[in-house]
């Protein structure tokens, strides 16, 4: 299935398009993730790294361990990829980096051991919800 997906960074200067569908969409709540995005926790999908095309300026890649890399624009910072060595044919995605992240549906929480209590959707639920500032 081909769902003609495209997104980028928030500078415009790294760019992809992405042929096949994503899977495993996921909200990660993992301390690593937390730190680089600067965020309470932070939704990936997962594709085949063929299906991956690259326009534009590629990610900067970070090591965040020993077998893990993080891509990342070089000039404004958004985060944008996740590779373990592990698993070199897969690569994840930031879902809302994407032009178009409503056309995704979140299927799970993982790192869930390392969520923040106001981090997660049960907090959500017990307080005012703000359709922008607030
Ligand atoms: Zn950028
Ligand atoms: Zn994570």
Not at 30 to 35: E, L, N, P, V, Y
Request: hydrophobic letters at 30%; proline letters at 6%; glycine letters at 8%.
């Amino acid at each position: 299935m081909t769902m003609n997906l495209a997104g980028g960074c928030l500078c415009g200067a790294v760019r992809y398009r992405l042929r096949g569908a994503p899977t495993h969409v996921t909200h990660c709540h993992c301390r690593s993730c937390r730190r680089a995005s600067g965020a309470a926790f932070v939704t990936w999908f997962t594709i085949k790294a063929s299906e991956l095309e690259w326009r534009g300026e590629k990610p900067t890649l970070y090591r965040s361990s020993a077998a893990v890399s993080r891509g990342f624009c070089p000039h404004c910072g958004t985060s944008l990829t996740y590779r373990h060595e592990s698993d070199p044919e897969e690569i994840d995605i930031t879902a809302a980096s994407l032009d178009e992240p409503e056309r995704l549906t979140p299927e799970s929480h993982c790192w869930w051991e390392q969520h923040l209590e106001w981090g997660s959707a049960a907090a959500q639920g017990a307080l005012p919800v703000h359709p922008r500032g607030g």
